[in-house]
């Protein structure tokens, strides 16, 4: 057989659109996903019952069950039960999102949970209360260990982005198909959009590499 | 009015009582050495001191002021305890991502909210003054363990503490590394500064004692001038207790 990515090209504008869509989902999921992950990781830290068992309840969730279907459900089921509408971004948004912060929360409590408890008697001893401990002493440190882990949070957050093709958002899988349904070429159409993912992706773990290096150079 | 007054001090953890009823009065300028076994509840009852451990029963007062309401510690109280009672650990505690002076400045900044200039000269002063002028910009991962716990001691100072709690400071340094340690600390000592000292270094808390305290099961089993209970201890676990620490000197 020949291949022939000419039909791909003649429709860039096509993938540049699915481009944009994926880049769009990935930032807003990497944001909310990883930010709430902390919230929700500090909860499973905590030894507030308040705060420890809905933390919980939630992380066993979101990890249980399968992103592709969270999307679904909130695309499909959540308009029935309250009355608003609910574009595809939004529901791709909230399936990935939710489950990355279920994840990354084991990450953070894991991270924060590794260091060493002196360090919290050193912050203490001078005057920093929980939140200030935290910040500047606990959480520096614990990010350092959990890099690797965030990178690959990161990572998989970029390539679950192809699930919102399943409620026809615009991202590159759903362009690649659209492609493929209208000029018959899949094997060049997907060929493409798996590329396009590698080109993306490598640079950017390559990037976290040269942060944790920096971040190694207090050793 | 004593700065520190300590009233039936009691801990355990779990079904573990470590400190059993302990009554202690600290004049400004004191230097009390804290001595005991392993397990005599020394490290706790300093812990105490600052609130790193909540009591369970007794009162804390300093300058007269009682700290906490009917065993309740709110945190912003401890807080302002915390910077008046500075504290150095056995294990030095420093922040490894923090560079030494960054270390120093961390209270001043985060705790005190000086400005950066104002918290850097200040931060300058006591490395300097625990001769560590030097190694400002060096990570700790890059001092031996006297210069890191000499870093402990300026980020102690900087705080410009009333009292200061020496937690076993020298135990884990290798034995060549001790004596800059203890110099600075008696440099302290010298200054007139309050403190309590928990240490193995009996030699130590000889010279530089102004009282010596041995605890026994948690409570307070004798104490007295350095001369008193190091040298001619009147109550036999005391006596024991040297015996074991003289056995293998010189």
């Known amino acids: ?219 | 009015m004593s700065i520190l007054s300590v009233r039936g001090l009691a801990k355990r953890f779990g079904a573990n009582a470590v400190i059993r009823g302990i009554d202690l009065d600290v004049e400004k300028g004191e230097r009390i050495a804290i001595l005991g076994a392993s397990g005599s509840g020394k490290s706790t009852l300093l812990r105490c001191l600052n609130f790193m451990e909540l009591p369970d029963e007794g009162t804390v007062a300093l300058d007269g002021r009682v700290i906490g309401q009917n065993k309740r510690y709110p945190e912003s109280e401890l807080i302002g305890v915390r910077q008046r009672v500075g504290m150095v650990f056995q294990q030095f505690n420093l922040f490894p991502h923090m560079t030494a002076v960054g270390n120093v400045m961390e209270g001043l900044r985060t705790v005190q909210r000086q400005s950066k200039g104002e918290a850097r000269a200040r931060a300058e002063k006591e490395l300097a003054r625990v001769g560590l002028a030097d190694k400002a910009e060096t990570y700790p991962a890059h001092l031996s363990g006297g210069q890191k716990q000499r870093v402990a001691i300026a980020r102690a100072l900087a705080l410009d503490p009333e009292l200061l709690l020496f937690d076993e400071p020298t135990s884990a340094l290798d034995p060549e590394l001790v004596g800059e340690v203890l110099n600075v600390i008696r440099s302290l000592a010298e200054e007139g500064r309050t403190m309590l000292l928990v240490t193995h270094e009996l030699g130590f808390a000889y010279h530089v004692a102004t009282r010596v305290v041995f605890l026994a099961d948690g409570t307070i089993h004798e104490q007295g001038t350095p001369d008193e209970v190091l040298k001619h201890p009147r109550k036999e676990r005391t006596q024991a207790f040297l015996a074991r620490h003289k056995e293998f000197s010189l």
Request: proline fraction near 4%.
């Open chain 1, 1 to 219: 057989m020949k291949w022939d990515f000419s039909s791909v090209l003649s429709n860039s504008d096509a993938l540049i659109a699915g481009l944009i869509g994926t880049l769009r989902l990935f930032a807003i999921c990497l944001v909310l996903g990883l930010s709430l992950g902390l919230v929700v990781g500090l909860g499973r830290y905590s030894r507030a019952r308040w705060l420890y068992w809905p933390a919980t309840a939630f992380v066993e969730f979101f990890r249980n069950t399968p992103v592709l279907v969270q999307i679904l459900w909130f695309y499909f089921a959540l308009p029935i039960l309250l009355p608003f509408e609910i574009s595809p971004l939004m529901a791709s948004a909230l399936g990935i999102s939710l489950n990355s912060a279920a994840f990354s929360a084991e990450i953070y409590r894991g991270g924060i949970q590794s260091i060493e408890r002196g360090q919290w008697d050193g912050a203490r001893a001078i005057g920093m209360n929980y939140l200030q401990a935290m910040r500047r002493i606990i959480l520096p440190q614990a990010l350092k260990r959990m890099l690797p882990a965030l990178t690959n949070r990161a990572i998989e957050i970029f390539k679950m982005s192809t699930l919102a093709s399943a409620v026809a958002y615009v991202e590159l899988l759903q362009q690649g198909k659209l492609i493929a349904s209208l000029n018959y070429n899949p094997i060049e159409a997907y060929t493409t959009v798996a590329v396009i993912f590698f080109v993306l992706l490598w640079p950017m773990v390559q990037l976290t590499y040269v942060m944790e290096r920096r971040l190694r150079r207090d050793e």
